[in-house]
């Protein structure tokens, strides 16, 4: 006599013992976290599922709610700093307008020229090249930089603050040339970082360059190279 089992014994056995099915399969199964029934399971994966696809949404509504606050900083500075006046205000002027769209008084500005002006808000006239001494490798001139920093790299970036900084943007100004740098932080670390699109933080770049470039430093054909 055969000791084979035949697909018919099969059936006919699993027919007689319904629960069997079950836990066979739920046996195959390598990670079933405590699932007691097939059903039980794929609610687990349904759920695993919903949990991933709520994240993804939560991501998606970060990332459009940064964008949407990037792009109104981007029209408050056009709309404000476009205006006739002096590097005194312009640099009071960013100050505020960081604080009403960003909710943060954490920037600083550089501006390559070695010759200060007085009474420059959160605003440091120095060399490119000391300023890159200074920074080392957290400045990119072709990009702009986000991402957290360390105790001692907030100091060189935020050179004003009484408090640290944990994540920040590094912007270039570029204007046909290189004339400054704009840091702006957060206290939170998340605040900025490397996956977040830069399109509206290389347009605030661009723009505050232009000014610099053209307005202010119209009359300075060095700037502190």
């Known amino acids: ?85 002096s590097i005194q205000a312009a640099t009071a002027r960013l100050g505020e307008i960081l604080k009403a769209t960003l909710d943060t008084r954490d920037y600083h500005l550089f501006i390559f020229r070695e010759a200060a002006e ?16 200074s920074v080392g490798g957290l400045f990119n001139p072709d990009k702009p930089i986000l991402g957290v920093v360390r105790a001692e790299e907030s100091k060189c970036l935020f050179p004003d603050l009484d408090h640290g900084i944990s994540s920040c943007a590094i912007i270039p100004l570029v204007s046909e040339d290189l004339v400054g740098a704009l840091t702006i932080g957060s206290q939170d670390s998340n605040g900025f970082h490397r996956d977040q699109d830069t399109l509206f933080i290389q347009f605030i770049g661009d723009f505050l360059a232009g000014l610099i470039k053209h307005r202010f430093l119209i009359d300075d054909p060095k700037q502190g190279d």
């Open 118 to 133: 007085p009474d420059c808000t959160a605003t440091s006239f120095v060399s490119q090249a000391r300023f890159q001494t």
């Open 1 to 85: 006599m055969s000791d084979k089992v035949t697909y018919t014994q099969i059936q006919n056995y699993l027919k007689e013992h319904p629960d069997d099915l079950e836990r066979l399969v739920l046996e195959a199964i390598p990670d079933t976290k405590g699932a007691v029934s097939l059903a039980g399971h794929k609610l687990q994966l349904v759920s695993e599922k919903l949990a991933l696809a709520e994240q993804q949404i939560r991501e998606f509504i970060d990332v459009s709610t940064q964008n949407q606050t990037l792009f109104q900083l981007c029209h408050q500075l056009v709309q404000q700093l476009q205006k006739p006046q």
